[in-house]
């Protein structure tokens, strides 16, 4: 059993910063790639940014620039760095992670940006 748990969602203004955590814990200790998704209201579930065990990583185009994937291999987590947030970054943010053919999702953990 594995379980991703969420941290550093809220409320912030645009242009401000935010930083999100995903703590692995349960059976599996090395995943092949950590990351986040979102979904925002009435939209589907699109990444965000993803990180391989070896540092790769994959952002959006819409992210670029502004957020910062990192993962501590050691911790079994996995950040989310988050600046210059926009309103379009409103969205409930989950948390993957994969090892091999399995993979598996955080609770989620709102971001709401005012403008």
């Known amino acids: 059993q594995v379980q991703l748990v969420e941290s550093g969602g809220g409320l912030v203004q645009a242009g401000g910063s935010l930083r999100l955590s995903c703590a692995a814990s349960g059976s599996i200790f090395g995943f092949n790639s950590m990351g986040w998704y979102r979904q925002a209201p009435g939209k589907q579930r699109d990444l965000v940014a993803i990180i391989t065990s070896g540092g790769d990583t994959n952002y959006a185009d819409s992210v670029k620039g502004r957020f910062t994937i990192s993962r501590d291999n050691a911790k079994n987590t996995v950040y989310l760095q988050m600046n210059s947030l926009k309103p379009e970054d409103i969205a409930v943010y989950y948390c993957?992670?994969?090892?091999?053919?399995?993979?598996?999702w955080g609770q989620g953990t709102q971001v709401t940006v005012s403008s």
């Open positions: 993957y992670a994969r090892h091999g053919p399995l993979q598996f």
